[in-house]
């Protein structure tokens, strides 16, 4: 008697879009259903163990590298795998979610690698989950135009040879994909972005010289990693393409990871490209872990907290040593401006600071960046091919003068800076207007001449969190507090109505924003996420 057929996914409560069946395939669903069975109940254990050592942080208010895995760190032997040549040279990568426009563009940028975004800069609707891998086999298959409905501008694809290699970006593993569900159950949104994308794309990028490569978000531990090495095992095998064909650069966002860098990129070492320093996660993290430490762990408006601060400059110099020690790409931190059409003297101040930021960069040893817009790409690439010349990347630059303590990486009270009153007003202005634009189903936004992404939103509300709860004094002697919060809220909704109007303003969801912002500031219970309550509300 043969065993019975295992259950197929089942797609729930969404409507259906124009041409889904070319993504949603029965033997791609297929793939991410057998992905679900072996990997999630892994992805349960890891995300309980996140809770345990978050549960440590608050007991000890401390964190440390690894003791069990010393030996990984003290053998010079192991590198990672040597780059593919489509990934040799990184200086200048952009990022953006995977809408029509924005793939042409990001394509078409000037920039070695396309960052292309189902995770921060994506809000996770069916539609853009969906479209999102429908663009990007277009883009492959050079079946991809746009026009604009409001300018009437028309946009395709310059030759192969001078596009963007993409590394995607999936979800987290912290969320989940409503749509999605075996057996009533959803499937974490992490191997439905990575199995849609692998199962109809790893061969056609071999084809093109390229390879499926992958950007990991939100990684806490190398038992993360771990788990995302045995999926690629898994992954190469299933679609019979030699092992070591994925690559996977890990960001380094989190503040518990930043401990566990050499042991990261050891458990991907067949599949490892690099590591990111990302700015904005980082700092929501180190808020998240250490809440409960005291007034030594409070951290200033984020805009403060520039990458020269004594603690940032530890764990991005401690992240170039490991990479080039292990023979890995070190890709820095990103430039969110977006450069202003009407102001001249606005683009001229921030160009200043974005080649001063790249510069830095470069000088410290970095392979690449990121940037958010086009017209940066030029800017990053000249302080990169100052440093770089010819060659694809630095890696033979060891860096062996850094040396950090793991008391260097939690070193805030290093920082002169203060919260401040404005800080507070910025916190809640950019996240009324970032979540609004979320639930509307836009994941990068541009806010106040910079682009925002989710992150944005959650060191932003974390912010207003601590500060409330650290009971800081502002220096216009105000108590941050919850009424504050609520008072300097209303007031920027306020704010908003004056500037768009009563019908714009009536047609978003700017309420909705406005209340969400608050719940997950001012609730005593911490949440994790931001986007956890927020894709609840999302249509």
Not at 117 to 137: H, R
Request: glycine share 6%; proline share 5%; aromatic share 8%.
């Amino acid at each position: 008697m043969s065993a019975p057929a295992p259950s197929p996914l089942a797609i729930v409560d969404a409507e259906p879009l124009p041409r889904q069946d070319e993504v949603l395939t029965d033997a791609a669903l297929a793939f991410v259903a057998e992905l679900h069975r072996r990997f999630t109940p892994r992805r349960d254990e890891l995300l309980a163990r996140r809770g345990e050592r978050r549960a440590e942080i608050a007991r000890t208010s401390t964190l440390d590298f690894l003791p069990e895995t010393e030996a990984i760190r003290v053998d010079d032997t192991w590198k990672v795998a040597p780059a593919p040549a489509a990934l040799d040279d990184r200086r200048v990568e952009i990022t953006g979610p995977t809408d029509r426009k924005m793939t042409i563009n990001a394509l078409n940028s000037g920039a070695k690698v396309w960052l292309a975004d189902f995770e921060d800069a994506s809000a996770p609707t069916w539609e853009n989950v969906v479209t999102g891998q429908l663009n990007l086999i277009d883009a492959y298959t050079r079946n991809i135009d746009f026009t604009d409905p409001k300018s009437g501008k028309s946009y395709a694809l310059k030759p192969a040879e001078e596009l963007a290699t993409v590394v995607t970006r999936p979800r987290g593993w912290h969320l989940d994909e409503r749509h999605l569900q075996l057996d009533g159950t959803p499937v974490p949104g992490a191997l439905v972005d990575f199995g849609l994308y692998f199962f109809h794309n790893a061969q056609r990028l071999i084809d093109l010289g390229k390879g499926p490569y992958f950007y990991l978000p939100k990684t806490e531990s190398h038992l993360e990693a771990r788990l995302w090495n045995d999926i690629f095992v898994f992954a190469q095998d299933y679609v019979g393409i030699p092992q070591g064909t994925v690559r996977a650069t890990v960001l380094i966002e989190t503040i518990t990871a930043a401990y566990e860098m050499e042991e990261i990129l050891h458990e991907l070492r067949d599949h490892a490209s690099g590591l990111n320093a990302g700015r904005w996660d980082y700092l929501f993290s180190i808020v998240k872990n250490f809440r409960d430490g005291g007034s030594k762990f409070v951290l200033p408006d984020r805009n403060l907290v520039t990458m020269t601060a004594p603690f940032m400059r530890a764990y991005t110099e401690l992240l170039v040593r490991t990479c080039h020690k292990r023979g890995a790409h070190a890709i820095g931190g990103m430039a969110a401006f977006i450069p202003s059409r009407r102001d001249a003297e606005v683009n001229k101040v921030a160009f200043e600071k974005v080649k001063a930021d790249k510069d830095r960069e470069a000088n410290d040893g970095f392979d690449g960046s990121w940037v958010a817009h086009p017209d940066l790409v030029p800017i990053a690439m000249e302080s990169f091919d100052a440093v770089l010349g010819d060659k694809p990347n630095q890696k033979d630059r060891l860096r062996e003068d850094v040396s950090v303590a793991a008391g260097d990486l939690i070193a805030i009270d290093t920082l002169d800076a203060k919260p401040s009153y404005d800080g507070l007003r910025n916190a809640v202005a950019v996240g009324i207007r970032y979540i609004e634009a979320w639930l509307r189903g836009m994941g990068a936004v541009a806010i106040f001449n910079l682009m925002e992404d989710a992150a944005t939103a959650e060191i932003s509300r974390s912010q207003i969190w601590q500060w409330i709860n650290a009971d800081v004094v502002f220096e216009n002697g105000e108590h941050a507090t919850a009424d504050l919060a609520r008072k300097v809220a209303a007031e920027e909704l306020a704010t908003i109505r004056a500037e768009i109007g009563d019908e714009a303003f009536e047609s978003g969801k700017w309420q909705q924003a406005h209340d969400l912002l608050l719940t997950v500031s001012l609730d005593q219970d911490y949440a994790d996420f931001l986007t956890l309550p927020a894709y609840e509300q999302l249509c």
